[in-house]
């Protein structure tokens, strides 16, 4: 008989109430719940026609866009579908993503009820100026609000989205978000991104008609470090290289994707690793809606041992603990020298890895590098050049 394995589950929800000016997510502004109705539809027969044998969910995962745009009442009809469906462990971190401008008192009550134990609120910065320049649906003051309400309903694991890099946002703008968010004893984890300008965006369009101005690479190095530094004064640890949480609060969701667990994802363009195989769900809303009996899920890639082991290096690095020597072994059965041997050796000369007690990871050095430390292992054969 196969053992148990622990299963992480991703919701895809592409609604929100408002493109944001840097977006290109799968996701949409403007809709209807009839359009809601027959996506979430789909979702459940996408989720019961999923296979359920020898798994438990660990991690339950609702993003997307927003799933707090939608009414309560299709997220409820997700997770029983879920519930129904799946094993789920006892201890499952259930996380839904939440806009400041969306959330509601009775719909906050309502994702308790349904099991909900983390919330993830998109705040990106304390300043409504540059709330206004992201185009966000909220001003700080409704964050301030959905917290409160958060706290009310008895929701202690809240994690906070925050941006720099920003056009226009000056390092003491990002010290005084840095505290807004770490004042608030509910909030245990903090994700920090910096801002990639995509194409097509209301931003990109601004800064290539000079209207906006981003900062130079050294300037968002110099927030970076700062942001770093001042999250850890208050208590929260860098565990990935960007997120950072108060000790037992790290995302068991995302840290998964990390080290290469399996996870399902459900819903428009979602991808899922099961197998070691990667898949992706269907990106047009139009063929999700309606083609065949199940939305479909295409087999995007079957990666080799060799891609494996690298998927594995790439994500397990960008976490602040590494590799385990070990459990890289005991996953591949080879060792961790004899794949990429001459490649970290030279990588850890140059200073941009270490080797500590049994583990590798990224120095300083190595973080502001990653894409050259990822590039330098990848296709490797044990060989330098
Ligand atoms: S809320 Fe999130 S998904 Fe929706 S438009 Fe803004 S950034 Fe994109």
């Not at 949409?28 to 027959?38: A, G, K, R």
């Not at 909220?138 to 958060?150: A, G, I, P, S």
């Not at 130079?216 to 929260?236: Q, S, V």
């Not at 000369?349 to 430390?373: A, C, I, P, S």
Request: net charge negative; aromatic share 10%; proline share 3%.
């Amino acid at each position: 008989m196969s053992k148990t394995k622990k299963f992480g589950f991703y919701v895809h929800l592409p609604f929100c109430i408002k493109k944001c000016h840097y977006c290109d997510f799968l996701s949409f502004s403007q809709w209807e719940e009839n359009l809601v109705n027959l996506y979430v539809g789909r979702l459940v027969t996408e989720i019961l026609n999923l296979n359920n044998s020898h798994m438990v969910l660990d991690t339950i995962y609702f993003g997307g866009g927003t799933p707090s745009s939608i009414p309560p009442y299709f997220i409820k009809k997700i997770v029983e579908s879920i519930e129904k469906h799946f094993d789920i462990a006892k201890d499952a971190e259930r996380t839904i993503e939440l806009n400041p401008a969306t959330g509601l008192q009775s719909s906050i009550a309502q994702y308790k009820e349904m099991g909900f134990n983390r919330v993830s609120v998109g705040l990106q910065s304390a300043e409504n100026h540059l709330l206004t320049l992201l185009g966000r649906a909220h001003l700080y003051e409704d964050f301030l609000r959905t917290y409160e309400m958060l706290s009310e309903e008895g929701f202690q694991n809240l994690s906070v989205d925050v941006m720099y890099g920003l056009p226009e946002q000056s390092l003491s703008d990002l010290v005084r978000t840095i505290k807004a968010v770490t004042d608030l004893e509910n909030i245990k984890h903090i994700s920090a991104y910096s801002l990639i300008l995509e194409n097509n965006t209301v931003l990109a369009q601004r800064v290539e008609k000079g209207q906006l101005v981003l900062p130079t690479e050294e300037d968002e190095r110099k927030a970076h470090y700062l942001l770093r530094e001042e999250l850890m004064n208050k208590g929260f640890a860098q565990y990935e290289i960007s997120n950072y949480a108060q000790p037992g609060y790290e995302s068991r969701h995302n840290s998964g994707y990390w080290r290469l667990k399996p996870y399902y994802g459900v819903g428009l363009g979602a991808a899922s690793f099961v197998d070691d195989v990667r898949y992706q769900t269907e990106t047009s809303m139009h063929a999700y809606l309606n083609e065949g009996v199940t939305p479909i899920r295409k087999a995007e890639r079957h990666p080799s041992t060799q891609e494996l082991m690298e998927d594995y290096m790439m994500l397990g690095l960008r976490m602040t603990e590494g590799i385990h020597i070990e459990k890289f072994r005991e996953k591949f059965l080879i060792g961790l020298d004899e794949v990429f041997g001459k490649k970290i050796n030279g990588l850890i000369e140059k200073g941009f890895l270490q080797l500590k007690d049994k583990r590798l990871f990224l120095t300083e050095k190595g973080q502001d590098f990653e894409n050259y430390v990822n590039l330098t292992l990848m296709s490797s054969k044990g060989e330098t050049e």
